[in-house]
């Protein structure tokens, strides 16, 4: 028997990694994960400047295997250039429609989040072309509070404004 015992110990150390591996698939149903899509955007140039409005739904979903439920928190939103990542608007000002933030997603739950752009302040002239040079995307971050606190970039699809 003394032959088997390295034998043994291996299969048992495979078996062991093979639960630890599969046993909680995939990071999402453990954490939080977030998406933006919807993703709208519409540029009217206006007399003192250019007027940049729309929204997105911000989709966020707590995975069942979570320690708990998920508190969230805005970081930032923002517009850049879909080809090399410029910023064209930073500090977008998006505003979550019926709920207040941080917001709590229960384990084993989602919520979308529909958001609208304030367009009550004009951005200079000038940007209007930039906006309508080539596709963009909408960027941003949110914060939550499990696996000790993780921040997750979002990425809208590339699109080109309407009014371009």
Known sequence: MLCCGPMIRALSLVLS???LLFGCGSKDNISLSATVSKVQLSVIEQALGTQLSGGFDLNLE???EADGD???EL???SIVRAADQGTLVGALQAVPQGVSFPLKVGKGQSKAVPFLLDDSALLPSAD???LCAGEVQL???VKHNLNGGETKP???KALLPSGC
Do not use: M, P, Q, W
């Open 17 to 19: 990694s093979a639960v």
């Open 70 to 72: 998920g508190t969230v």
């Open 62 to 64: 707590v995975g069942a």
């Open 154 to 156: 979002l990425r809208g």
């Open 75 to 77: 970081e930032s939103f």
């Open 128 to 130: 209007k072309a930039n």
């Open 139 to 141: 960027v941003g971050a």
